[in-house]
């Protein structure tokens, strides 16, 4: 059923399941890359030495076991080329195109618009390796700092696979936007990443876990409505990495979970919320951290009304989150949904927009659903140990850089209010300096096998069925 080899070849010199040998000119292409990949990670990769890490490799797309765990040398991970299987019979679900046989090449006309979709995509896998690189330095454990390299190469694996892409599809063009992946850097005042959220540091380890629960999940979402696509080489990369994507939502969540497990302990220990002298994260911390990761989060999706977003749908370049499930005409010609936004005099209006115009804000809810299940488990820790406080999502219109809530000043709980009022309280909402610098003086690094620094719960499991004590990384 599969017109392409399941195995994937661990010989060549890019492992890979889509017949690179047969392509002797996108070949050399790619292999003409990989050396500047390897730079580039040698540069602005992970900063922490290893001897060798106990890795997850790809080996196989198939449904029975995709995946092969052993200790290998960092810099001799075997980054490849995967895509899902292909399913011959596939027809493209929505815009006008519905119900023709997805693209296996890319009409002219939609040239310039797929490669901006990947350009963007792949813009953000390098970013956070680099936004991520010093955390090695101050791993709460072996544990975690396996985690830490283990999102990293896959980030690494997913820049492969837009390049893939854009070195198969793309021409001279597509070459060279290849180039630039690894030109543009995280935080680089001349050449920053093209979105905002990844050009900020992530610089502790509780951060580390936001972004994973936060960031990657937009990651996520946006990777569930390339997926949908009627090109079809893009909808197979993308199902291929959201199976990747899978531990990265492990990470931040059940890092979060931990955070906050050990912060519940430490304050039934002392009987005080006032934890920082203890060793832990207080829980307004935790909670300003939610609010600062979530909301640049949310302006990953965009303004809420995109004629972009509705000419890629109308032309079958990239659906809805689980497009396949929705119950309607996949056109949304006739359809409107309704948007919040604030008024002059800070109550909130209605307004009714077309659906297809909406689709970001589509996606966006559909996210926002998603992230109320972290906010739901961590509840039920703070719940169990008897203590009081909750955690809760600020409104999405909080501290936005993007959409019809931009530049308005909104606080956590919804109301507007004016912008001295907002800058008076922003201490209490966002990050300040001083509880960055306590949460920095947590980040003691424990490299001692079985053990872990004051701040954070081990996890209850280790990974591929391995204890938390296991030799996860060898320095
Ligand atoms: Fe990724
Ligand atoms: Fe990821």
């Not at 005042?189 to 960031?215: C, H, K, V």
């Not at 119950?327 to 604030?342: E, F, I, M, R």
């Not at 003086?441 to 391995?466: D, H």
Request: net charge negative.
């Amino acid at each position: 059923m599969t017109s392409v080899p399941d195995k994937i070849s661990y010989v060549a010199r890019i492992p890979n399941n889509v017949e690179l040998s047969a392509d002797r000119r996108l070949q050399r292409a790619l292999e003409g890359w990989q050396p500047k990949f390897m730079r580039w990670w040698g540069e602005m990769g992970p900063t922490l030495a290893t001897h060798d890490v106990y890795l997850r490799t790809a080996v196989s797309v198939g449904r029975d076991g995709w995946a092969h765990f052993e200790h290998v040398p960092v810099a001799d991970y075997r980054w490849g080329i995967f895509l899902a299987e292909r399913d011959p019979g596939r027809t493209i679900g929505f815009g006008e195109h519905r119900g023709e046989p997805v693209w296996q090449q890319i009409p002219g006309e939609y040239r310039a618009d797929l490669q901006r979709l990947i350009v963007v995509q792949g813009d953000t896998e390098p970013a956070s390796v680099e936004q991520q690189r010093h955390l090695g330095l101050t791993a709460p454990s072996l544990y975690d700092l396996r985690n830490l390299f283990q999102v990293n190469v896959e980030e690494g694996r997913h820049l492969w696979a837009m390049v893939y892409l854009l070195h198969g599809y793309f021409g001279r063009e597509g070459r060279e936007e290849a180039e630039a992946l690894l030109v543009r850097n995280s935080g680089s005042p001349e050449r920053p990443r093209i979105l905002g959220a990844f050009n900020q540091e992530t610089s502790d380890w509780l951060a580390f876990y936001m972004f994973t629960y936060f960031t990657d999940r937009d990651g996520k979402y946006q990777l569930g409505t390339l997926k949908e696509s009627a090109f079809d080489p893009l909808s197979r990369t993308c199902e291929f990495m959201l199976k990747e994507e899978a531990h990265h939502m492990m990470v931040g969540t059940t890092g979060v979970d931990r955070v906050v497990l050990r912060s519940a302990q430490l304050i039934s220990e002392h009987d005080t919320l006032d934890i920082g002298p203890r060793g832990g994260v207080p829980l307004d911390i935790i909670q300003k951290y939610i609010n600062f990761h979530f909301s640049v989060s949310l302006d990953l999706f965009g303004s809420e009304t995109s004629t972009n977003a509705a000419n890629y749908y109308t032309a079958g370049l990239k659906g809805r989150w689980q497009e396949t499930r929705r119950h309607d005409d996949h056109l949304l010609a006739g359809d409107s949904v309704y948007l919040d936004t604030p008024r002059a005099d800070g109550s909130w209006g209605r307004q009714e927009l077309s659906a297809l115009l909406a689709l970001n804000l589509d996606l966006r809810e559909e996210y926002i659903d998603d992230c109320e299940s972290g906010i739901k488990r961590w509840n039920r820790i703070l719940a169990e140990a008897g203590i009081e406080f909750r955690f809760r999502l600020p409104h999405p219109g909080f501290n936005r850089g993007v959409g019809v809530c931009a530049g308005q000043h909104i606080t956590p709980a919804g109301s507007t209010v004016d912008a001295a009022t907002w800058q008076d309280s922003r201490q209490h909402w966002l990050p300040t300096d001083v509880d960055l610098a306590l949460v920095q003086s947590l980040m003691q690094p424990v490299y001692e096998r079985g053990k872990i620094a004051s701040w954070v719960a081990p996890p209850s499991n280790g990974i591929n069925g391995k204890p938390f004590d296991y030799d996860y990384v060898h320095l």
